[in-house]
């Protein structure tokens, strides 16, 4: 079982910044990915940017120079700052684990808004 705790959301202007934080906890394997997706109303959960516990990240054409992702893997924490931000970024914002026991599980958070607007 994994917890993750989301935190850094809010309104923010076009062109502004953003930090958002996720915390994990639990039983968590040894090799891992934990990401970042978005919702906006009446659209699909899509993949923002996720980062592997060896470092490796990706990212989503949209959010490519503008979002960048990182860990803290003595915290089990994944950051996700986001600059440039343009209203078409608003959506609800859900961290992700995947574990990777012999059986591998996804974990969601509750999801952080995230609204541009002027």
């Known amino acids: 079982q994994v917890t993750l705790v989301e935190s850094g959301g809010g309104l923010v202007q076009p062109g502004g910044s953003l930090r958002l934080s996720c915390a994990a906890s639990?039983?968590?394997?040894?090799?891992?990915?934990m990401g970042w997706y978005r919702q906006a109303p009446g659209k699909q959960r899509e993949l923002v940017a996720d980062?592997?516990?060896?470092?490796?990240?990706n990212y989503a054409d949209s959010v490519k120079g503008r979002f960048t992702i990182s860990r803290d893997g003595a915290k089990n924490t994944v950051y996700l700052q986001m600059n440039s931000l343009q209203p078409e970024d608003t959506a609800v914002y859900y961290c992700?684990?995947?574990?990777?026991?012999?059986?591998?599980?996804?974990?969601w958070g509750q999801g952080t808004q995230v609204t541009v607007s002027s």
């Open positions: 992700k684990i995947k574990t990777m026991f012999y059986n591998s599980n996804d974990y």
């Open positions: 639990g039983c968590i394997s040894r090799s891992y990915i």
């Open positions: 980062i592997t516990s060896s470092g490796n990240t």
